[in-house]
């Protein structure tokens, strides 16, 4: 039996797994990326929470640790977005995944270079455009994922399905996928291959903090929420910080006085130097079945093995009942 | 190869296929439960918005349309449980769905009488509660489901995983269920089985309103919201009443403002009167993907057809790019 029925995404960016390490502020850098990369994934260095020349020398660093395709992970909506972009371009980079903001703006100049452009949505109507703007896939995020979230707060188990039948593109489907059979799950729902945010940010090659790290090991499945839904919706560890947004928001407060708590730097404190009272800890709700801290080639592993575990399960080999998934 | 590897809901209900029809208020009347059961699934009539009499006349009027195993829905927190348990047991029922409450106060009872009782759960905390209770397998529903929900807001995706390694009894999922691909989706997870609520809800024998089942076929993903989070959680499709209950919880309005704001019987004036308008609209997000209004048979034949392709193509068969899901 062929492990992967679909190979779309393998065809689309030349790796072995359908699985895209999401590019994550103050987590993916060049040593997580590049760890991807080499376990057969696509690795992204996250250009979000990177100054544009160090954003160049991460680029420049994954060159050094893999041979194989990598890619960069550009929000639209961030300041240094262009300078980012042509940094990428003249490094030669030819995978771009686009998130935060429209691709329109950006998409045919990166398909006049040549390259692979797949944008982040979180509703099918994004998707539909995305593929009129000449994107090449979707990344479909769903309300469980981490971080910055869509305000229409649909499901990965649903929004996958609606991409599914609204775009003839492929489509990634991202947000509460740490597991083999979460894999197996986005498979069946019409997916061509998954990317992964949460788990690899948990993960020895991660370059967040690690008391960050430890914090989600220790998080339950309802330790997160999605918060700051007047500003731009986030999904955020609980902790001292949230449990005041969280006061404000329900006293009604106004988007001048929640901008105000917020502040600046929050993710930055956070997640890159570990403050867990008082920083934005961003994770998806798979923070609960995340029990350790392992090297990326572990966690794809596991990912793989699991996979091909319950993917003959379903194929009618066992009966069993089946045991609970490590990830 | 076999059409179900697990087949531990079809031992435990005496039923053909792993599929529960969900118990929902003003909708799962004797028509719906028997066009389910007769369609070898489990149908379940809902008292959660019947009086007892009306309660006992559905049980006896199932018995008239089917021979098939069927049971019953039964919200613990609602003022005539005792009396509809006392009903039900007399009325032969062996098969109690319970929700809304805690099983432990009803679970001894229904076991000495030799019933199997599943309890319906939002968090893995409270599966290992049923377990240790006695219950003999639970109703994980997730955040996308329709009508009233968990305050954790743990998407399907995440919390069956999350259940099915917390407890040894079956898991059924809930939520986001809708389609041949979405019920593949939660066996990959590790789901027994599936419970599917608006689906069912959107067929002719269901007893929801006319104008209902068409406003559901006319909604998209993102047009169904949780709100009254401070009260009880509750998934509305988007209304005129919907939009204020909306605005008072952003300026922070107080439980006693929005219980007089909800009133009493909204949802009979939505969902049994057809009042589009100021009605309470209750559906899941799979709204976006139900676009008619079947029988029973044919939503039935659909999942069972469709989750044959999917289980096809993933055991490697085709490779083809899947088509989008008819539901």
């Not at 499945?221 to 949230?242: C, E, I, Y």
């Not at 923070?287 to 091909?308: F, K, Q």
Request: with cysteine.
């Amino acid at each position: 039996m062929p492990r992967w029925s679909d190979t779309r995404l393998q065809q689309l960016f030349g790796v072995e797994h359908p699985i895209v390490q999401g590019g994550m502020i103050w987590n993916s850098g060049a040593k997580l990326a590049a760890a991807v990369s080499n376990a057969g994934g696509l690795g992204l260095v996250g250009a979000g929470s990177m100054r544009p020349d160090v954003f160049r020398e991460h680029v420049r660093k994954v060159r050094d640790l893999t041979t194989r395709p990598f890619g960069v992970n550009l929000p639209l909506l961030y300041p240094h977005t262009a300078e980012c972009l042509d940094i990428a371009l003249a490094e030669g980079i030819r995978i771009f995944f686009t998130s935060a903001g429209s691709p329109k703006k950006v998409v045919g100049r990166l398909k006049d270079a040549g390259a692979v452009v797949v944008h982040v949505v979180a509703t099918p109507e994004l998707a539909v455009k995305c593929e009129q703007a000449g994107c090449d896939a979707v990344v479909c995020e769903g309300f469980e994922a981490g971080g910055h979230n869509g305000r229409e707060e649909i499901t990965t188990l649903v929004l996958v399905p609606e991409c599914v039948r609204a775009v003839s593109i492929p489509v990634i489907a991202a947000g509460g996928i740490a597991t083999g059979a979460q894999l197996v799950a986005a498979l069946a729902l019409g997916a061509a291959g998954v990317q992964v945010g949460s788990r690899f940010a948990i993960t020895q090659e991660s370059s967040g903090h690690a008391a960050f790290k430890q914090a989600v090991v220790a998080a339950g499945a309802g330790d997160t929420h999605l918060v700051l839904k007047s500003q731009v919706p986030v999904r955020l560890l609980r902790n001292a910080f949230r449990d005041r947004i969280t006061l404000l928001e329900a006293r009604g407060a106004t988007r001048d006085e929640l901008a105000a708590e917020l502040g600046h730097g929050r993710a930055r404190q956070g997640m890159h130097e570990g403050d867990l009272a008082e920083g934005e800890l961003e994770i998806g709700q798979v923070a609960g079945l995340i029990d350790d801290v392992p090297t990326v080639a572990e966690v794809m592993r596991r990912l793989l093995d699991d996979a091909d575990v319950v993917l003959s399960r379903l194929a009618g080999g066992t009966g069993q009942a089946p045991a609970g998934p490590a990830c």
